[in-house]
């Protein structure tokens, strides 16, 4: 995974849309628009410490997985700290997710949703009392027959909906 450096600054593509991430030799674009963006995302903030921070954590906590390569986890690591730190709140939508019932608490950040046509692997960037924000991880996820999130879109539910998954040490690569 690269190791966030000082020089890193959040830009605004106009042309793209979108958030870019500017490390120097190469540009990291974010599927974040404009509009979703917070007002200090737009005024092109450099990659902080609480960034380099957020985004190192998720890094190395991905890792103990080990379902995804280097490059990947910096993808989600990347975009997670986006979502953190310079997307507008987004209202919860927990009606398209099946609530959990079972015993097992969750304890993980990796966490799966259910909707009613297909479960899917979620990372929960954001938790407060109630509801939790989620960066999907799956290619594509069908909310219903009409919706679907695509990977890395964020959508909110309330913790009632969150199944736990194996833990980071006995979480197995799916096929």
Same mark, same amino acid.
């Given at each position: 995974?690269?190791?966030?450096?000082?020089?890193?600054?959040?830009?605004?593509?106009?042309?793209?849309?979108? @958030?870019?991430?500017?490390?120097?030799?190469?540009? !990291?674009?974010t599927p974040y628009k404009l509009r979703q963006?917070?007002? +200090? $995302?737009?005024?092109?903030?450099?990659?902080?410490?609480?960034?380099?921070?957020?985004?190192?954590?998720?890094?190395?906590?991905?890792?103990t997985f080990n379902l995804w390569s280097d490059a990947q986890i910096c993808q989600?690591?990347?975009?997670?700290?986006?979502?953190?730190?310079? @997307?507008?709140?987004?209202?919860?939508?927990?009606? !398209?997710f099946a609530p959990y019932t079972g015993r097992?608490?969750?304890? +993980? $950040?990796?966490?799966?949703?259910?909707?009613q046509c297909q479960s899917g692997q979620f990372l929960i960037v954001d938790c407060a009392d109630g509801a939790s924000v989620c960066l999907c991880l799956e290619p594509h996820f069908a909310l219903d027959e009409n919706l679907s999130l695509k990977q890395f879109e964020v959508i909110k539910v309330l913790n009632n909906r969150i199944h736990p998954i194996l833990s980071a040490q006995n979480q197995q690569k799916r096929a």
């Open positions: 995974m690269l190791q966030a450096q000082r020089h890193w600054q959040w830009q605004i593509s106009s042309e793209q849309n979108r @958030l870019v991430l500017d490390m120097g030799e190469m540009q !990291f674009c963006l917070t007002d +200090e $995302a737009l005024s092109e903030p450099q990659f902080n410490l609480l960034d380099a921070d957020f985004y190192k954590q998720v890094g190395e906590y991905l890792s989600i690591a990347l975009n997670a700290t986006a979502v953190k730190h310079y @997307l507008k709140p987004v209202l919860a939508k927990s009606w !398209f097992d608490i969750n304890q +993980e $950040a990796i966490v799966s949703l259910t909707s």
